[in-house]
């Protein structure tokens, strides 16, 4: 039997970021990356909009053939999650936050958490919500932080521009005391090195996609689903923007794994 792929979704470059780990992780799987380049950036939109490219996306992974689907993306996660929890979809999907929420519960000392998110994200209060249901005695700090998302997806990720952008996004995180930041945007890991170095070694980062790439192991484990170890799967792109573009800018935010992708274009029906 021909193996099923693993779907990923994101508004751009940024699940490129929770991909990668479970690549690491799960290196014999297929995988199968879908972006919305033409809608990007979904922090600023309404989260109806943003669910509609969600259900959009999730038709194509189904004809893909898909066994299940990670939502890369927070923003998406916060816009679809009833719909992720009532398990009524045509493909069955995970999304970033509650891994995420989950690990960073288990690793702060002082319960004092920061989230640096897309608006959209930290409006829908899906951090705060999930975090306080795993810590009831956290403080939790939210921060918008839309210019970070645009440098990563223009494949901008260190230098002195994005160190002063990260140090002032950071600053009212940092003012209100925190030990552990979620970098509740996946776009933010391709800049973890100076996010790293911006807060210092007294705050522990929380990249969720690496709890969602052991939530991903545990649910084929569990299904019964996994691809028996040895290989390297395929791995497949797909943007609705330009594809030349999307390839260029992977090449520096992930080198060496994207050599090739595909335009498609999706039908966005309303509910
Ligand atoms: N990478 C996405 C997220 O995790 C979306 C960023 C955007 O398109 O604004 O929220």
């Not at 929770?18 to 919305?36: H, N, S």
């Not at 916060?78 to 045509?90: C, F, I, Q, T, V």
């Not at 005391?177 to 973890?192: A, I, K, R, S, Y």
């Not at 170890?229 to 791995?235: E, H, N, S, T």
């Amino acid at each position: 039997m021909c193996p099923r792929p693993i779907g990923f979704f994101d508004s751009g470059e940024g699940g490129l970021t929770v991909m990668r780990e479970v690549a690491r992780l799960l290196p014999a799987e297929d995988l199968v990356y879908a972006c919305d380049t033409a809608h990007f950036p979904y922090g600023p939109r309404p989260m109806a909009e943003v669910r509609r490219y969600f259900l959009g996306f999730m038709g194509f992974f189904a004809a893909q053939g898909c066994k299940l689907v990670v939502v890369a993306c927070n923003t998406a996660t916060a816009a679809a999650l009833d719909l992720l929890e009532g398990g009524n979809l045509p493909v069955p999907a995970i999304g970033v936050v509650h891994p995420g929420a989950r690990a960073a519960a288990a690793v702060s000392r002082s319960g004092r958490i920061g989230v640096a998110a897309t608006q959209g994200t930290c409006n829908s209060g899906i951090y705060p919500r999930t975090l306080m249901q795993y810590r009831p005695d956290g403080a939790i700090t939210q921060q918008p932080c839309p210019i970070l998302v645009i440098r990563a997806e223009e494949g901008v990720i260190s230098g002195p521009v994005v160190r002063e952008e990260v140090e002032r996004c950071l600053s009212p995180l940092m003012a209100a005391g925190m030990d552990t930041l979620v970098l509740g945007c996946t776009h933010f890991p391709h800049m973890e090195a100076v996010i790293a170095d911006v807060v210092g070694p007294g705050v522990t980062l929380i990249d969720p996609g690496l709890a969602t790439a052991a939530e991903v192991a545990y649910r084929l484990q569990a299904d019964g689903t996994a691809e028996p170890g040895g290989g390297v799967g395929r791995r497949t792109f797909y943007t609705t923007a330009d594809p030349g573009h999307f390839v260029e800018v992977a090449g520096r935010l992930w080198p060496g794994s994207v050599t090739h992708a595909e335009q498609i274009h999706l039908d966005f029906y309303q509910e």
